[in-house]
């Protein structure tokens, strides 16, 4: 699977939107790009996935770019709530190993 | 939505005694299940990948005798840590999901294990 890079911390203010940037340069064409994060002392928790195109859900935006070597995570309206550790991966298979890598700590500042 | 039970969220125990922490999928079958590690500020590191009804596949530099595996059924795998020392304290993650190209995982809450 291919290997990831994201900033290790950003800051961002409440109610603004939270652009978190994800670098895949080596990803593969049938690799995903996955977001979770987490929340100091828990699993986990899913937010979004794509391939190529751009996603959004009830949490958040995926915008890929067309090259596919880059992503970025959008949390529209962050709440203080959205202060964890976001971490990117792309994996192509749910056979496939899910390796993390170091994420990215959001701390949403009131 | 799928959900991953992790079983017990917390243990406290005495140093050579043997720990064992249950992962169940509990409205879908997962074929494949994974456990994590994770030491205080740090980031989760594969431990294994437990297949169903076969032996599981462990990372380099994770011991296999140490860190028990079991995928008896479509939904439920067990870790073991035997003989548990406190360097073996940690939180402890699984995670499972439906089979298939694109499908997402889910990570149980986690167990944090304390030994004493």
């Known amino acids: 699977d291919a290997k990831t890079t994201q900033p290790p911390s950003m800051d961002c203010a409440e109610g603004r939107a939270a652009n978190l940037p994800c670098n895949h340069s080596t990803i593969s064409g049938n690799e995903y790009v996955y977001w979770y994060r987490q929340i100091h002392s828990q699993g986990p928790q899913y937010i979004i996935h794509?391939?190529?195109n751009n996603e959004t859900n009830e949490m958040a935006s995926l915008i890929i770019t067309e090259d596919r070597k880059s992503s970025t995570l959008i949390l529209p309206h962050a709440t203080l709530r959205d202060t964890a550790v976001y971490y990117c991966i792309a994996r192509a298979n749910t056979g496939n190993q899910f390796y993390f890598g170091t994420g990215t700590s959001l701390t949403v500042i009131p | 939505g799928a959900v991953v039970s992790q079983h017990p969220s917390w243990v406290i125990c005495k140093s050579g005694t043997s720990v064992k922490i249950e992962c169940r999928s509990l409205d879908f079958q997962a074929t494949t299940m994974f456990w994590y590690r994770q030491f205080p500020k740090q980031s989760l590191m594969l431990m294994a990948t437990s297949n169903e009804g076969s032996k599981a596949t462990y990372e380099q530099g994770v011991e296999k005798d140490k860190f028990l595996i079991n995928h008896a059924s479509l939904t439920l795998s067990t870790l073991t840590v035997t003989s548990a020392h406190p360097e073996d304290s940690s939180f402890y993650i699984c995670s499972a999901g439906r089979t298939g190209e694109g499908e997402k995982l889910f990570f149980g809450s986690g167990t944090q294990l304390s030994v004493l």
């Open positions: 794509g391939l190529k």
